[in-house]
């Protein structure tokens, strides 16, 4: 009987591939088993165990696998669903859920060596420069990489040289895998076991009084021995006796001391004494028993409290009761820099049962983490993470947390699969029986909806922590500052009367942009040309520190102009302010201040963040300013004043959610002040005060921005009552994308009617040299969301098979917003 095993290959392909196996082989896989596979002509994938069974394929005589590289399966059962469902809901490929999920060292590429054809020689006056200096390098190493060939021969494609080189017979290629996780060890010591007893040990310190600084290494190895009575690093023997390396190798080697390693985690997470929870005050109290009453209805729960109302506190003494019937918990955040504060707070209630997992790790601590989770050890009872770590191979979870679950960075947009991680958390959550809290101050209009139609419980906090008053919110009218000339740079006479005040009363203040670098535009006022990118259709941003124009797209940069490129006039003024403009006018309005900036430019780096957050929090900066960051669920105890610069930018976004999204950011950015017994203050410098969002955020209207807003959904069907799928068709021609979009339009037209929007370029149509056009298909509630994206998906199969489309990106956004 002959076996067959389906491969899941981490690259975008329909169906699984099919390969033979051996009897013993198919004995010994299971699904979720990584294997090495060759795939097309030449390369070797890591591809993941799908499924065994003894159906050969039809249409392809099935190749053998390479090697099998896992004892135990790496992805759980319960994971592989989660794939299954992310593919079909997001509408993308189980390869590319594949290559999102696994962390990038489990998915060993092969890589192609270059070695001598010993089997040939070669004369030097047959091969050119390149040539003689990859084929004379290979004459001193036996094999050589393809970008140690780049390096050698100082080009960034070295693929020409090598197929010459091939052409004349003088080298052989062969692919081969590497792994890309290596484990860390670590170096101890210990005495020989042979002076275990007291008649040898006085005899080996006897033969030492004449080596006093070996003698040393010893009696301090009996120290710590003692204080700790754990095994000795050698790291740490060595600082302790003061001492060098080559004295502890001379006792080793004496056979005085034995050496032994021991693997160890990168990341290890040290603990003092734990300490017991925060007692709870009576409105946490009502609302963690409503929470316990609502999961016996419901497996998902909204916790609409104010910000400071003490949200954390509740998680934690849910997050206890789970860890005491020995299951798992996921803690969700949507910003890394959330976690600095978050680590060091629940790592004083449970100790070392915590693991962090986010993209600012190492290839080699994200495998830890995954591993430890795997295998339920007690370093990952507690797992803190962006929106990744919801595909870690949790086998007994009991709680899902989902801190500021309205936020935006939950949604993955690039590259597929597209997924929004609360809503594969609250799919992950029902597949393990286990329950999701989702938790905002400002809730996204979908989960208050659904926690209005009863499908989510609501429970509410709706006081502070301590009954500390709500901060008083106030809007500066700049349009009135202007005319009156009371604006000093882009800040009101209120705003540095207030920062003046908070100041000198030892106060911390934030600031609020949102939008980095000095100025996103710079003009020569003689001619009014503008620096563009030449890669996409946006103007360049001025950064002043590295006196740089860039693109926040592509990344395209060049030197700042000293003079217009369009008529060679040195006036070159720049308009509209970023965060480094804010930064430099606050220097020079209070010289005594230290002022902090926190943006995508400063936390770059695996510590940005928590530099800046610990140095803000042992109060070393007075004055931060930031973008979007510093509107997350930031906990600073001595901040008095909040100032947004600008709420106009953020209200005149063109987009559905716009007013929504500048409600949720206000309120956020607000709560970061007068979190102590002190009332803070908030200053909202506009142009148009009398704005209805504005002044529901003055009075902290929920509710009110809630109806008005679910209303204008309800008459322009848009979510959360009708669904939408975005397609967006990108090429490099813009008269392609122009004919392959109104084909797809009409095409779509024809099968769904007046629920297609589009096509319409996006307010940037052009982004890294190609034209973008998006296409809008709204679902109405009564129709089935499996039939539609069947007739995308077959429409889209129709658009790919026309000869000119085929080279026009299609990418399929569901619940693109």
């Not at 300490?275 to 209805?297: D, G, V």
């Not at 419980?457 to 809007?475: H, T, W």
């Not at 503008?530 to 940069?557: A, E, F, M, W």
């Not at 995308?792 to 569901?814: E, G, M, P, Y």
Request: positive net charge; proline residues 4%.
């Amino acid at each position: 009987m002959q076996y067959f095993v389906d491969i899941i290959l981490p690259i975008p392909l329909e169906k699984q591939f099919t390969y033979s196996i051996t009897e013993a082989e198919a004995n010994f896989l299971n699904p979720g088993i990584r294997v090495a596979v060759p795939f097309g002509k030449s390369k070797i994938y890591t591809g993941l165990v799908y499924k065994i069974h003894s159906d050969a394929p039809v249409i392809y005589e099935a190749k053998e696998i390479h090697q099998i590289l896992d004892e135990e399966p790496i992805v759980n059962d319960c994971q592989l669903k989660l794939w299954e469902w992310m593919s079909g809901y997001y509408m993308c490929t189980l390869g590319e859920v594949m290559r999102a999920a696994l962390p990038s060292a489990f998915i060993l590429e092969s890589e192609t060596i270059v070695s001598l054809n010993k089997s040939k020689i070669i004369s030097d006056e047959q091969l050119k420069d390149d040539e003689f200096q990859v084929y004379e390098a290979l004459h001193h190493q036996s094999s050589l990489k393809i970008q140690e060939i780049a390096s050698i021969i100082d080009k960034k494609n070295a693929l020409p040289v090598i197929k010459l080189l091939l052409d004349k017979e003088a080298i052989s290629i062969k692919e081969e895998l590497f792994e890309k996780y290596k484990p860390k060890w670590v170096k101890y010591v210990k005495l020989n076991s042979q002076y275990s007893s007291e008649k040898n040990l006085e005899s080996l310190l006897d033969t030492l009084s004449r080596a006093p600084k070996q003698r040393d290494v010893i009696m301090t190895l009996f120290s710590i021995s003692l204080k700790t009575k754990k095994p000795v690093t050698a790291k740490e023997l060595i600082k302790q006796s003061r001492t060098s390396s080559a004295i502890l190798k001379a006792l080793v080697d004496k056979d005085v001391l034995e050496e032994y390693q021991i693997r160890t985690d990168r990341i290890q997470y040290s603990s003092s004494e734990k300490e017991s929870t925060k007692k709870l005050n009576t409105h946490q109290s009502k609302a963690l028993e409503k929470i316990i009453q609502s999961f016996s209805n419901n497996n998902v729960t909204l916790l609409h409290g104010v910000t400071s109302s003490g949200k954390t506190e509740v998680y934690s003494k849910l997050i206890d009761d789970v860890l005491s019937q020995g299951k798992q918990v996921l803690y969700l955040l949507p910003e890394i820099a959330l976690t600095t504060q978050l680590v060091n707070r629940l790592q004083n209630y449970f100790g070392e049962k915590i693991s962090v997992f986010h993209s600012k790790y190492s290839l080699n601590e994200r495998v830890e983490v995954w591993n430890n989770v795997l295998h339920n050890s007690n370093k990952a009872q507690i797992i803190l993470g962006a929106r990744s770590s919801i595909f870690l191979p949790f086998n007994n979870i009991g709680l899902l947390i989902v801190d500021e679950e309205h936020d935006q960075s939950y949604k993955q947009f690039d590259p597929a699969p597209r997924y929004h991680a609360r809503d594969a958390a609250i799919v992950l959550a029902s597949m393990q029986k286990a329950k999701t809290i989702l938790g905002s101050a400002t809730p996204s209009l979908e989960s208050y909806f659904n926690a209005q139609n009863n499908k989510y419980g609501l429970v509410e906090i709706n006081r502070r922590y301590n009954d500390i008053l709500m901060p008083e919110i106030e809007l500066v009218d700049i349009k009135d500052s202007y005319r009156k000339r009371r604006m000093k740079g882009h800040f009101s006479d209120k705003m540095i009367e207030e920062m003046t005040k908070a100041l000198s009363e030892g106060h911390q203040i934030i600031l609020f942009q949102n939008r980095r670098g000095y100025s996103p535009i710079v003009e020569c006022s003689t001619c009014g040309h503008s620096p563009q990118c030449p890669n996409c259709d946006v103007s360049l941003t001025y950064h002043q520190k590295i006196n740089q124009l860039r693109c926040h797209y592509c990344g395209y940069h060049m030197a700042m102009l000293q003079n217009c490129l369009a008529c060679g006039s040195p006036t070159i003024d720049s308009i509209g302010f970023g965060t480094e403009q804010i930064q430099e006018e606050v220097m020079e309005l209070f010289p005594e201040s230290k002022v902090g900036r926190m943006d995508l430019d400063t936390t770059r780096g695996k510590y940005g963040y928590e530099k800046i957050i610990t140095a803000f929090e042992q109060q070393n900066i007075d004055v931060l300013v930031g973008t979007q960051m510093v509107t997350k669920g930031l906990d600073f105890r001595n901040v008095k004043l909040v100032g947004i610069m600008n709420a106009d930018n953020l209200l005149n976004f063109p987009d559905f959610r716009a007013h929504e999204r500048s409600f949720q950011m206000m309120l956020q950015v607000s709560g970061r002040a007068g979190r102590t017994k002190k009332r803070g203050k908030v200053l909202i410098q506009t142009y148009n005060p009398y704005h209805k969002i504005l002044q529901q955020v003055t009075t902290n209207d929920y509710s009110g921005m809630y109806k008005e807003q679910i209303n204008e959904r309800y008459d322009y069907k848009y979510p959360p009552i009708y669904r939408l799928i975005k397609i967006t068709l990108k090429h490099k021609e813009y008269n392609r994308v122009n004919e392959s979009s109104d084909w797809m339009a009409k095409s779509l037209r024809n099968v769904f009617s007046e629920n297609v929007l589009g096509p319409e370029f996006p307010p940037i149509s052009r982004i890294r040299n190609l034209y973008q056009k998006n296409i809008l298909v709204k679902i109405p509630p009564n129709q089935s969301l499996i039939k539609t994206k069947e007739a995308i998906l077959k429409i889209k199969n129709s658009f790919l098979n026309v000869k000119d489309f085929r080279s026009v990106k299609v990418i399929l956004n569901v619940d693109n917003f």
